[in-house]
């Protein structure tokens, strides 16, 4: 069985950093791409970034480009979000998922995904 379970989300305050983690379970991580996406109440999901497994390169949605930095370990089997200078906007459910590829500038899940994790920045 499939499983990706996040962590690490939680209420911070606008400014502050938090590491999302996203653990692997039923396969070996180390062969999938994998993507971490938010959806906020009432607006639709939004793709935030991804690595790939060939040569880790990675992509970034322009809204936290210079702030979020995605990365692996795949001795871990986990793939890590490290949020810094968050905003309010950023406020939102945070999932990962596998099989993810970067179509016309969008990053698209097509894969297994998680329950997701809640990130509120507020004050």
């Known amino acids: 069985q499939v499983q990706l379970v996040e962590s690490g989300g939680g209420l911070v305050q606008p400014g502050g950093s938090l590491r999302l983690s996203c653990a692997a379970s039923g396969f070996t991580l180390d062969y999938y791409a994998i993507g971490w996406f938010r959806q906020a109440p009432g607006k639709e999901r939004e793709g935030v970034s991804c690595i790939s497994s060939s040569d880790g390169s990675t992509y970034y949605a322009d809204s936290v480009k210079g702030r979020f930095t995605i990365s692996r370990d795949n001795a871990k089997n986990t793939v890590y979000l490290q949020m810094n200078s968050l905003k309010p906007e950023d406020t939102a459910v945070y999932y990962c998922?596998?099989?993810?590829?970067?179509?016309?500038?969008?990053?698209?899940?097509?894969?297994?995904w998680g329950q997701g994790t809640q990130v509120t920045v507020s004050s």
């Open positions: 998922a596998t099989d993810v590829l970067v179509v016309a500038g969008t990053i698209v899940g097509f894969g297994s």
